[in-house]
């Protein structure tokens, strides 16, 4: 029997420390402000825009959502972000991924000014994160790495398999993880004997997106599992992880909901303080 790591319940510890760091910086007048950029009808999408902006409002930043139609052209988005660059009310910009095909997401992402990229997704935050220079930092994997730390699990010396090499989790994951002194070894659609190297990990992390990918059978007894995954399967929300063949085995496990969700949307609330506080 795993311990079940409860993120919707850490996420509302974090999300109550930020509350007191916007009541502080009410203090001296500033407001943090989060601007968010919803293009198109793609359902995840709207469900998790709606739950960042119904979060930033609760713990008191200013939020604003822009939903703009899927054929919204990529000047007209560029334009709209050089907008928000420059408005001072926002101190984060996020732009929901993925765009629509005629929109080029690297363009978009270089738009967003560094300082408010507040998922870290800029290629300046993302080499500065390689390097362990200060910079803005993706949501997922920070508040994975909060996870570690609230639950006490040690990263130093130990073998972390992060499935998924994404922008988004995979990558930042790893550079993450090195920076905490783990060993990493990154998986992939490509990867040859997966369950080999994933038996051979103390911490796994599943990111790939393919419903209960990692079974019960390639995870060593006592192993840490962690999951990225949100996926729709006969209508309901699961993981990445087959959670019944897999809590058995492991000593730590993250559920599918309330697990690391609600923990990139409390990231999101504090990397908007901390971009709000840089300003200041
Ligand atoms: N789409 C899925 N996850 C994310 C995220 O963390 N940030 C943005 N902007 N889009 C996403």
New binding site residues.
């Given amino acids: 029997m795993a311990i079940l790591i409860d993120g919707k319940a850490w996420a509302a510890h974090d999300r109550a420390q930020t509350a007191v760091a916007v009541a502080k910086l009410a203090d001296s007048g500033i407001k943090p402000g989060l601007a968010v950029v919803l293009i198109g009808e793609h359902p995840a999408?709207m469900s998790?825009v709606r739950g960042k902006d119904k979060a930033a409002s609760e713990v008191g930043i200013y939020s604003e959502v822009t939903h703009l139609p899927s054929s919204m052209t990529e000047a007209g988005l560029l334009h709209l972000i050089r907008e928000l660059n420059h408005d001072e009310r926002f101190h984060g910009i996020?732009?929901?991924?993925?765009l629509p095909a005629h929109i080029n997401e690297q363009t978009v992402i270089e738009a967003i000014a560094p300082r408010k990229d507040v998922?870290g997704?800029h290629p300046f935050n993302v080499g500065a994160l390689a390097l362990g220079l200060p910079g803005m930092v993706?949501?997922?994997p920070l508040g994975i790495m909060r996870l570690f730390e609230y639950e006490n699990i040690p990263l130093e010396g130990r073998h972390a398999v992060v499935i998924g090499r994404s922008h988004?989790?995979g990558k930042p994951m790893v550079q993450l993880l090195l920076a905490a002194n783990a060993t990493v070894t990154v998986c992939h659609s490509r990867t040859k004997d997966l369950a080999g190297l994933t038996r051979q990990a103390d911490i796994i992390i599943a990111a790939i997106g393919k419903p209960r990918f990692v079974t019960g059978d390639m995870v060593k007894p006592g192993a840490v599992v962690i999951d990225v995954g949100i996926n729709r399967s006969e209508g309901k929300i699961c993981g990445d992880v087959d959670f019944a063949s897999v809590e058995p085995v492991a000593s730590h496990i993250t559920p599918v909901p309330r697990g690391v969700g609600p923990m990139?949307i409390a990231t999101?609330l504090n990397n908007t303080v901390k971009a709000a506080s840089l300003r200041a």
């Fill in positions: 999408s998790y996020l732009v929901q991924l993925p998922d997704f993706p949501c997922t988004i989790v990139t999101l």
